[in-house]
């Protein structure tokens, strides 16, 4: 199975993007409004500048406390995303993602 065909059976969805400049606290709220665990975090370009998760969340937070959301989702995101291509294989990815945590 590809990449491809998963995304054929999910449907079109829309991607949910945030700044990097906004709060830790306004992706809390738009995860939960759009129910997804990860944000892509685009420059103003509209380039892919990271990724931010609800783990990045919830360490932010247990790390630094409340005023955690108060910082720029930059601060807590990650920085180097991996991607892949749609014609690439399922199982590949997933052993990628499993090695890469």
């Given amino acids: 199975m590809r990449i491809a ?3 054929a059976q999910k ?15 306004r992706a809390a709220q738009l995860m939960t409004a759009k129910s997804v665990g990860a944000l892509l ?3 103003s370009s509209g380039r892919l500048a ?3 998760s609800e783990r ?3 360490h ?3 790390h630094q406390g409340p005023p955690a959301l108060q910082e720029a989702v ?4 990650t920085h180097e995303v991996l991607t892949c291509r749609t014609s690439d294989n ?3 990815i997933m052993v990628l993602m499993t090695s890469r945590r």
């Fill in 5 to 7: 065909d998963i995304l």
């Fill in 11 to 25: 449907g079109a969805q829309d991607l949910v993007s945030i700044a990097p400049r906004d709060s830790v606290e």
């Fill in 41 to 43: 975090v685009l420059n």
């Fill in 50 to 52: 990271g990724i931010v």
């Fill in 56 to 58: 990045d969340v919830a």
């Fill in 60 to 62: 932010a937070i247990a």
């Fill in 74 to 77: 930059d601060a807590i995101m």
């Fill in 90 to 92: 399922l199982r590949d």
